[in-house]
């Protein structure tokens, strides 16, 4: 007997044939209701209780093709099996592409009909649970339920609900990838500009010479290929936000324009005369550091400063390892409804490994990865779906910028070469017995062997550099 349960409405006009397809249904644990016709199918369907139906093609009054349309018309996701003749096939197949989960042919095998049966219902309810987790996912989240459960995003959440409703430009600092759009996204929700525009700016992706025609918009005419008036971002924001991602990029002739629009609130088209009043709140972001810029005239100060009313710097991933678990699932849910599947989870050793991971990519590579693995997944998620072994040009990146700041620090200080080199050992060491700890869930004999050490050396540095790893293993020397 089957351990699925379900009800099967049975429409067969036939009562031998109705009560033996009963008899089978009921002999697996399923629920059978009869109906001797499409009419009172019909009404079945209507007061919602079939989970599938299985309809006789040829019926007088209403045949299986009409009730299967207006069934459908009642709930589109109902399986409908329809039960035909040996020499109606060819109806049965064209009742397939009209939308038909499948059919049986009398005389039909006992089991088959128990297998399509169940076939039947298990799709249907992986539709009816994706279309539940969907309605889920889309549902308007808070700012805390987009981000995470950390700390560091506490903090986030706090600086866009205290600039929300003010006026000011804030420019937004993080890495790539690390979600500085959507806090940008948030600021505007929040705000009192909400039913209004959020258009999106990504200052890298615009070629030079189409900057200012793309931010301002332009005549018909103004230039070669100008065939039509077009409408600039900041035009097409008027009462919203404008959000220019990586705003570094920007030409420094554009930049200049975009100052005088700030200060103003008017723009003039390329090709036009006539001033154009906008009132756009301006949020921008980098993942550079715009002072240097400054420092280095490739971005004007005056502009920097008009942008940078108030700043939100929007923490790595890594830095926020709390949330990790958090978006992993999150992601998993969007996944499975756009590939639909049903992947129940991650595996203890999945979990481990995207904590330990160092996600130089961010959320977005958190995403990917997800993305991917669900993908690749038949049920959960495993460490072989994600592939997130940590690679040694990542450890060593990681270290480059810690040892590039230590050498600046210490340079300025006059110090001599041996003092900054050993300094930038130490950090180094530091960065890769981290790593590895991570990497085993804080077990120094396996970080000993994965870095290829032995454990009283491991040891003896974990203790130097006072490293902690949450989940570590102190008295595990026995297992090395």
């Not at 379900?6 to 644990?29: K, N, T, Y």
């Not at 009816?128 to 459960?149: C, I, M, N």
């Not at 700030?262 to 709140?281: A, F, H, N, S, W």
């Not at 000993?448 to 050396?457: G, M, N, S």
Request: hydrophobic fraction near 40%; charge should be neutral.
């Amino acid at each position: 007997m089957s351990t699925v349960q379900g009800r099967i409405l049975i429409a067969e006009d036939e009562p031998e044939m109705a009560q033996l397809l009963a008899c089978l249904l009921h002999r697996e644990g399923l629920t059978p209701l009869l109906a001797k016709d499409g009419i009172e199918a019909l009404q079945l369907v209507r007061a919602g209780d079939p989970d599938v139906l299985l309809a006789d093609l040829r019926m007088p009054g209403m045949d299986g093709m009409e009730l299967m349309r207006k069934a459908k018309d009642l709930d589109p996701e109902l399986p409908v099996i329809l039960l035909t003749g040996f020499a109606e096939v060819r109806g049965a197949v064209e009742a397939l592409r009209a939308g038909a989960h499948d059919y049986l042919a009398k005389p039909f095998d006992h089991r088959q009909v128990i297998r399509v049966v169940l076939r039947a219902l298990n799709e249907r309810r992986l539709k009816l649970q994706l279309k539940h987790l969907a309605d889920h996912v889309h549902q308007a989240l808070s700012p805390r339920e987009t981000f995470g459960p950390s700390e560091a995003v506490g903090r986030v959440i706090s600086a866009i609900e205290r600039v929300a409703n003010s006026n000011f430009s804030v420019l937004i600092v993080g890495e790539t990838g690390s979600g500085k759009e959507v806090v940008a996204r948030a600021i505007h929700q929040a705000s009192g500009r909400a039913r209004h525009p959020f258009i999106p700016v990504d200052c890298g992706a615009i070629p030079e010479m189409l900057f200012e025609s793309e931010l301002f918009g332009h005549e018909r005419g103004a230039f070669t290929g100008a065939d039509r008036q077009t409408i600039g971002k900041i035009e097409a924001a008027h009462g919203g936000t404008l959000f220019l991602d990586e705003i570094s990029n920007m030409p420094l002739a554009s930049q200049a324009k975009l100052l005088r629009v700030l200060q103003e609130k008017t723009l003039y088209r390329l090709g036009g005369g006539k001033p154009i009043q906008v009132d756009v709140r301006m949020l921008t972001a980098s993942g550079h550091d715009l002072e240097g810029l400054c420092d280095s005239g490739s971005f004007r100060p005056d502009l920097y400063f008009r942008l940078n009313e108030y700043t939100i710097l929007v923490p790595p991933l890594r830095g926020r390892r709390e949330d990790i678990s958090y978006l992993a699932k999150r992601f998993l849910d969007i996944a499975n409804i756009e590939l639909s599947k049903f992947i129940k989870g991650f595996s203890p050793p999945a979990v481990e490994a995207m904590l330990a991971y160092g996600w130089p990519g961010n959320v977005r590579q958190l995403r990917s990865a997800v993305r991917r693995a669900v993908l690749m997944a038949e049920d959960i998620v495993t460490e072989e779906h994600l592939g997130l072994k940590p690679k040694a040009c990542e450890l060593l990146a990681e270290a480059e910028l810690v040892v590039h700041s230590s050498a600046r620090g210490l340079a300025s200080g006059d110090l001599a070469l041996r003092e900054i080199v050993r300094s930038s050992t130490v950090h180094v060491e530091r960065v890769a017995i981290t790593h590895a700890l991570r990497r085993t869930g804080g077990n120094k004999s396996k970080a000993a062997r994965l870095l290829q050490v032995d454990y009283k050396t491991l040891y003896s540095k974990v203790k130097e550099y006072g490293i902690q790893i949450e989940g570590e293993q102190p008295h595990d020397q026995e297992t090395h």
